[in-house]
């Protein structure tokens, strides 16, 4: 088994954390521009630019520890972008915005984990400036799940009721 030292350790981390928020910038961009609902669209735009701040602030922190993003790990992250996606496959075009707040919901709280894991990693080792960033950053991620997460009660609504034709929204079962 090879040690490393714990700055090599958060380094990496930080990496992982880098190279998760450049692939989700990338499809919250892509998650903007889909489906038809200006409301969810609005709010992915605006989640884009916070989540670009994210990853700079991280890279600033990472070369502050002497490393350099990893190109690898980016490269990575992006092939595996669109796997959520295959689980569209079959659904109208008006409930895209209903499957994308569902993936970017999943993601958000996948990024609120690796941020706990980044935090206590930091705290153990000492670099409270590691930690800071990770718990500020997690609650932005917390911030941003919520606004996903009450955004999906009235996206499925819209698209149930634009599949079915049922503007009126009277129960079809």
């Given at each position: 088994?090879?040690?490393?030292?714990?700055?090599?350790?958060?380094?990496?981390?930080?990496?992982?954390?880098?190279?998760?928020?450049?692939?989700?910038?990338?499809?919250?961009?892509?998650?903007?521009?889909?489906?038809?609902?200006?409301?969810?669209?609005?709010?992915?735009?605006?989640?884009a630019i916070e989540t670009r701040h994210q990853?700079?602030?991280?890279?600033?922190?990472?070369?502050?520890?002497?490393?350099?993003?990893?190109?690898?790990?980016?490269?990575?992250?992006?092939?595996f972008n669109f796997a959520p996606k295959t689980?569209?496959?079959?659904?109208?075009?008006?409930?895209?915005?209903?499957?994308?707040?569902?993936?970017?919901?999943?993601?958000?709280?996948?990024?609120?984990?690796?941020?706990?894991?980044?935090?206590?990693?930091?705290?153990?080792?000492?670099?409270?400036?590691?930690?800071?960033?990770?718990?500020?950053?997690?609650?932005?991620?917390?911030?941003?799940?919520?606004?996903?997460?009450?955004?999906?009660?009235?996206?499925?609504?819209?698209?149930?009721?634009?599949?079915?034709?049922?503007?009126?929204?009277?129960?079809?079962?």
């Amino acid at each position: 088994m090879t040690t490393e030292s714990s700055r090599e350790v958060i380094k990496r981390y930080i990496e992982d954390a880098i190279a998760a928020e450049r692939n989700f910038e990338t499809q919250l961009k892509a998650f903007s521009k889909e489906g038809e609902q200006a409301a969810v669209q609005r709010v992915f735009a605006e989640h884009a630019i916070e989540t670009r701040h994210q990853h700079q602030r991280l890279t600033a922190r990472l070369e502050e520890l002497g490393g350099n993003p990893s190109v690898l790990k980016s490269f990575f992250a992006h092939i595996f972008n669109f796997a959520p996606k295959t689980a569209q496959i079959g659904h109208d075009a008006s409930e895209k915005s209903s499957q994308d707040l569902i993936i970017a919901f999943a993601i958000e709280n996948s990024e609120i984990a690796m941020y706990e894991e980044l935090a206590v990693v930091a705290a153990f080792a000492g670099d409270t400036e590691t930690e800071k960033l990770a718990r500020a950053i997690q609650e932005e991620e917390r911030a941003a799940a919520k606004k996903v997460w009450d955004l999906i009660d009235s996206s499925a609504r819209q698209s149930f009721m634009k599949v079915t034709s049922n503007p009126a929204n009277v129960p079809v079962y």
